[in-house]
C-alpha cells in the first residue's frame, strides 16, 4: 500500500510541475500587446489528457468511481452533443463562420479569378500572423508573386473583437489598391484590387 501511495504522490507531483510552471511564467507575460490567445496553451493538451486517463484509471479500481465515470460521460456528452449538432448543421456560406472549407473555397477563386496573371496576395487574420493561409496557399498551389504586381487580392476574417484593427487594415489597403470586386465565404471576405502608382 505504500508503493501505491508513493506512486501517486509522485504522479501528482508531475503534474504539478508539468501545469503549475507554465503557468507561473503566464503571470509574468506581457507579449502582443497584453492580448493571450487560447492557442497559447496548446502544451497543455497532452497533460490534461494524461490527468484525464490517469483519473479515470484510479476511478475505475472502485464501484463508486465507475458510476462516477459513467455519470460523467453522460453529462459530458449531453452538453457537447448539442454544440457538435449546431455546428454540424451551420450554412458556411450564409454565416459568420471560419472553417477550412470557406478558406479553400476562398483560395481556390483567388486562382480562378487570377487565371495565368502574376498577383499578390495580403492576408489578415485576428491572430495576425496568416499561418494557416501561408500553408494552405503552399499546398493549393496558389502561385502568388515574390515581385510587386498591379493585381493584388486581400484576403481578411472577421474579427468582432477587434473591428478597430480590421478597418486600420482596410483602410491601409485603400491607399495601396482600388476595390474592383468583392466575394464572401462565410466569414471571409477577398478583395480582387488594382495596384495603385503601378509602374
Not at 510552471?21 to 497584453?34: C, D, E, K, M, S
Not at 473591428?163 to 491607399?175: C, I, K, T
Amino acid at each position: 500500500m505504500d508503493n501505491n501511495k508513493t506512486y501517486i504522490l509522485n504522479i501528482v507531483k508531475l503534474f504539478l510541475l508539468f501545469l503549475g510552471v507554465p503557468l507561473i511564467g503566464y503571470i509574468f507575460y506581457t507579449g502582443n500587446y497584453g492580448n493571450f490567445y487560447g492557442y497559447y496553451l496548446t502544451g497543455y493538451y497532452l497533460i490534461i489528457v494524461l490527468l484525464f486517463s490517469f483519473l479515470t484509471s484510479f476511478l475505475l479500481k472502485y464501484r463508486f468511481g465507475k458510476l462516477i465515470i459513467i455519470v460523467g460521460l453522460a453529462l459530458f456528452l449531453g452538453s457537447n452533443l448539442k454544440l457538435t449538432l449546431k455546428k454540424l448543421n451551420i450554412d458556411i456560406l450564409n454565416s459568420n463562420e471560419i472553417v477550412l472549407q470557406n478558406q479553400i473555397m476562398a483560395i481556390n477563386w483567388i486562382k480562378e479569378d487570377s487565371g495565368n496573371h502574376k498577383f499578390n496576395v495580403d492576408v489578415y487574420v485576428p491572430p495576425v500572423i496568416p499561418h494557416s493561409y501561408n500553408y494552405l496557399f503552399k499546398w493549393l498551389d496558389l502561385g502568388q508573386s515574390e515581385d510587386s504586381q498591379k493585381l493584388l487580392y486581400t484576403l481578411y476574417e472577421i474579427d468582432p473583437p477587434h473591428p478597430e484593427r480590421l478597418d486600420a487594415w482596410l483602410a491601409r489597403q485603400d491607399g495601396i489598391g482600388k476595390v474592383e470586386e468583392t466575394v464572401k465565404f462565410g466569414g471571409i471576405t477577398v478583395e480582387r484590387r488594382e495596384r495603385k502608382n503601378f509602374y
